[in-house]
């Protein structure tokens, strides 16, 4: 089956750090990603991890490992800009992509 | 522009009526989706189409019709609209055949679609 998890809902303070947590168990695996989302928007690409490790992006991360079905979002030095959903999905090889359920992050100043 | 464009962006209509939504990519993309996203922002694939040919389709009411006339273009036609139609639907285009970096999808800007 297919099953991507992530936290619903999380709060971070302007200029703080926060961790994005995303797990998935899927049919085929071929990348994840992490997309954001505005209210009333379409998402847009943030990061792209296909191998175990940590990708860095001026203020975003993202890392994956394989063997544990298990990704974060790293955002440093929030602002309140950052504040919107985002969503973790996987590359559900040679189909489609799988999307979790997203996060709604509010930054607060 | 390179995008992903879809019209119309709003659409408000009475039950049982017959509407489409459009969607072109000048990405030169090979593969196009429809995704649902409902009131819990969740994104589920309804179809995706590679080359023309539909390669996914999702269990949704045969109601809803994909149509692909060229790979640029993806439209969606339902039939005999629901109140539970109501959601945001988004065209994406992704490039399938190797080569080039991969990005992932490239998204539509939604149209939000209203039945009462």
């Known amino acids: 089956g297919q099953n991507i998890d992530q936290p619903t809902e999380m709060t971070a303070t302007e200029g703080a750090i926060v961790q994005i947590n995303c797990t998935y168990q899927?049919?085929?695996?071929?990348?994840l990603f992490w997309y954001q989302q505005h209210a009333g928007e379409a998402p847009t690409f943030l990061s792209y991890n296909v191998l175990d490790g940590l990708e860095e992006k001026g203020r975003f991360s993202s890392f994956l490992s394989r063997s544990k079905g298990y990704s974060y979002l790293l955002l440093k030095e929030l602002q309140m800009k950052d504040s919107a959903s985002y969503l973790c999905a996987v590359d559900n090889y040679g189909q489609n992509f799988v999307f979790g359920p997203g996060t709604r992050l509010s930054v607060l100043p | 522009d390179t995008a992903v464009s879809q019209t119309p962006k709003y659409l408000v209509t009475q039950m049982g009526n017959d509407k489409s939504i459009k969607c072109e990519q000048n990405l030169g993309h090979d593969t196009m989706y429809w995704y649902k996203q409902d009131s819990k922002k969740f994104l589920k694939i309804m179809f995706s189409y590679n080359n023309k040919e539909l390669i996914i389709n999702e269990t949704v009411p045969n109601r809803f019709s994909p149509k692909s006339p060229d790979k640029a273009h993806l439209n969606l036609h339902i039939n005999s609209l629901e109140l539970g139609d109501s959601a945001v639907y988004f065209c994406?285009?992704?490039?399938?055949?190797?080569?080039?970096?991969?990005?992932?999808?490239?998204f539509g800007s939604g149209t939000r679609l209203t039945v009462v």
């Open positions: 994406a285009s992704s490039h399938r055949g190797g080569g080039s970096l991969y990005y992932g999808y490239t």
């Open positions: 899927t049919s085929g695996f071929n990348g």
